[in-house]
């Protein structure tokens, strides 16, 4: 019996859709992920918000920019999320003179 035991690969990981809010720290972003769910007793439609710390290793993604966070290894205390794509850039409003 000297066959190894393999570990079933992973086929689908966790993703989610929100805007960055913040990139005020190194290689970290703060995602805000938003979602419409009716309320349990009253039945009207509510939105509840939620925010994830997400590693940004080229620092890509600006505020504004509508991303996608794939769940991964913790890397931090909070960091549980890496940068999977930036889906939308935020649209610049600085006027440059």
Not at 36 to 65: C, M, S, W
Not at 67 to 83: A, D, G, N, Q, Y
Request: one cysteine or more.
């Amino acid at each position: 019996m000297a066959d190894e035991v393999k570990a079933p690969a992973r086929a689908n990981k966790n993703e989610k859709v929100g805007e960055v809010v913040s990139t005020k720290m190194a290689k970290t972003i703060v995602v805000q992920v938003t979602r419409r769910v009716p309320h349990p007793l009253y039945k009207r439609i509510v939105t509840k918000r939620n925010k994830f710390y997400a590693h940004d290793e080229q620092q890509t993604a600006r505020v504004g920019d509508v991303v996608r966070i794939v769940e991964c290894r913790p890397l931090s205390k909070t960091k549980r999320w890496t940068l999977g794509e930036v889906i939308r850039r935020a649209v610049d409003t600085s006027v440059s003179a």
